[in-house]
């Protein structure tokens, strides 16, 4: 059995795999528990591996390259277009292994774990954001409820926050100010963190030429710059600015549609 390409569907627990030789005939179908990916793999010939690039996919993909395979990642919604039949774990491989021989496809470089790192914090940070906004509001409607209602912006923020949490305001039940020093606390800890992060963009932002240099296009600051020097591995992978303008695009929408849903 000389296995010339794998499609490989990845998941948390179980993976399909879909292996076939250089005459194009399927020689290898079944599923892997993960316990048993890398052990498979290191019984194989070097051989062309295609993954979405999904969740976990640059992990694989650096484990298998160092087995000696080439990896390829795919954008998900290019190997959709190859499924022949009604999804499963096991047509998705069929259809991985298909589209990752095609000349047209496109491809997904691998990221490093220092580039998925600094992506991270970006992460993180914009989680901690929409946290603090929660909060926030939560901080205003519960507050509105009580007759209690402040200006908008920082400063109206800070009036409530000093209301809520003065021992001597009787203008709060025992347990509302119970209630409301809760998301005080939150929100003065979600800040700290947020704080903490921001401080790692900005060291890591002075230490990256590409992030600097990003800095100086019209629109773009520092985290702009250091969330496009993380995402954006290989910038000749877009043929032209137009490209890479749609891929941001796309991709905030995408985001957008998964917040709303």
């Excluded at 589209?99 to 774990?113: E, G, H, L, S």
Aim: aromatic share 4%.
């Amino acid at each position: 059995m000389q296995i010339s390409t794998i499609g490989l569907d990845l998941a948390k627990n179980v993976f399909q795999v879909h292996g076939i030789d250089a005459n194009e005939k399927v020689v290898v179908r079944k599923q892997l528990q993960r316990s048993q990916v890398i052990a498979f793999f290191e019984s194989l010939p070097p051989c062309l591996v295609g993954m979405e690039a999904c969740a976990t996919a640059h992990h694989w993909a650096r484990k298998l390259r160092k087995l000696g395979h080439e990896v390829r990642l795919m954008p998900a919604k290019d190997v959709k277009a190859y499924v022949k039949r009604n999804k499963n774990d096991a047509a998705d491989a069929e259809a991985i292994c298909e589209a990752v021989r095609r000349p047209t496809m496109r491809f997904v470089t691998v990221k490093t774990v220092e580039q998925q790192g600094r992506l991270m914090q970006h992460r993180v940070r914009d989680q901690l954001i929409r946290q603090r906004t929660q909060l926030i509001n939560a901080l205003r409607s519960h507050m509105a409820e009580l007759g209690i209602a402040a200006s908008h912006g920082r400063e109206g923020l800070k009036e409530l926050l000093t209301i809520a949490t003065a021992e001597n305001d009787g203008r709060l039940p025992l347990d509302a100010k119970a209630s409301l020093m809760v998301l005080a606390a939150q929100l003065q800890a979600c800040q700290t963190l947020i704080g903490m992060l921001e401080k790692r963009i900005i060291a890591q932002h002075k230490s990256s030429d590409a992030s600097r240099r990003l800095e100086t296009i019209p629109g773009i600051g520092i985290v702009g710059a250091t969330t496009i020097a993380a995402i954006v591995t290989d910038p000749k992978a877009f043929r032209s600015g137009r490209d890479f303008a749609a891929w941001i695009w796309s991709g905030a929408a995408s985001r957008l549609d998964r917040r709303q849903a």
